[in-house]
């Protein structure tokens, strides 16, 4: 199975191919830049370097996030017009989900994005060789939760380590991945994919959605503006 990858939750823009669980291209840019038109710019030159056309791609794999709210309308989109326009199967990976299976070693994995105001998008994973068990659902948690709730020998990972790392290295059990680790791939994207793919089978294209978590600023002024909570979850 020939799959597309790709992921804008973070800064990083990352793209991969890959071919029946071999990855054979993969790029990230961590840039300021337009997310959309480094995305697209990457697929294109990966796709002729590889040698492929679009109509050869089997799946389309997308981060849904959680993440950022402008980066994740970006690739969510463009694997839904690809989904569509092509009439190629896509599916919607948790970010948190793909990140976990960075991790090389055995144990609890808890994934950990900067959600800002001292909270991190996170989710709990008990790893067992390349198997992902969910322990907790992707949401935006305090720091101080985290630190409280997490069992003994933890394995954090993800850029909400870095802005947090003096808080998290108060517990001294917790094992803490080095920042250059701790970058989203795509083709860990593509193999969350493909086995999705294979349990549940495609996503509908049309109700795919960012899994944003908490509310756009948009829509924080709305509900401000009409006396509504500011902790109510967006509807996406």
């Known amino acids: 199975m020939k799959i597309l990858a790709f992921d804008t939750a973070t800064m990083e823009t990352t793209c991969a191919l890959t071919e029946d669980g071999k990855v054979v291209a993969e790029a990230s840019v961590n840039s300021r830049a337009s997310h959309s038109e480094g995305l697209i710019n990457m697929i294109q030159n990966m796709l002729c370097a590889a040698g492929w056309a679009m109509e050869d791609v089997d799946l389309i794999a997308t981060g849904v996030g959680p993440g ?47 959600a800002r105001r001292e909270r991190v998008y996170a ?30 020998g933890a394995i954090l990972i ?38 999705q793919f ?17 509310p756009t600023q948009a829509m924080r002024e709305y509900r401000r503006k009409h006396g509504e909570s500011l902790d109510a979850r967006s509807d996406g």
């Open 68 to 114: 950022s709210f402008t980066g994740l309308r970006i690739s969510v989109v463009l694997a839904k017009v690809f989904g569509r326009t092509l009439d190629i199967p896509v599916v919607g990976v948790s970010t948190l989900k793909a990140l976990a299976r960075e991790v090389a070693t055995d144990g609890v994995v808890i994934p950990l994005f900067d």
């Open 158 to 195: 993800g850029d909400g380590l870095k802005k947090y790392r003096d808080a998290f290295s108060a517990r001294e059990d917790f094992i803490l991945y080095p920042d250059h680790l701790s970058r989203v791939s795509a083709a860990a994207i593509a193999f969350e994919g493909a086995q």
């Open 123 to 152: 989710a709990f994973f008990e790893k067992k060789g390349e198997g992902l068990v969910r322990l907790k659902k992707d949401d935006a948690y305090p720091v101080e939760s985290i630190i409280k709730e997490a069992p003994e």
């Open 198 to 214: 294979e349990e549940e089978g495609p996503s509908n294209p049309y109700a795919l959605e960012p899994n944003y978590l908490r």
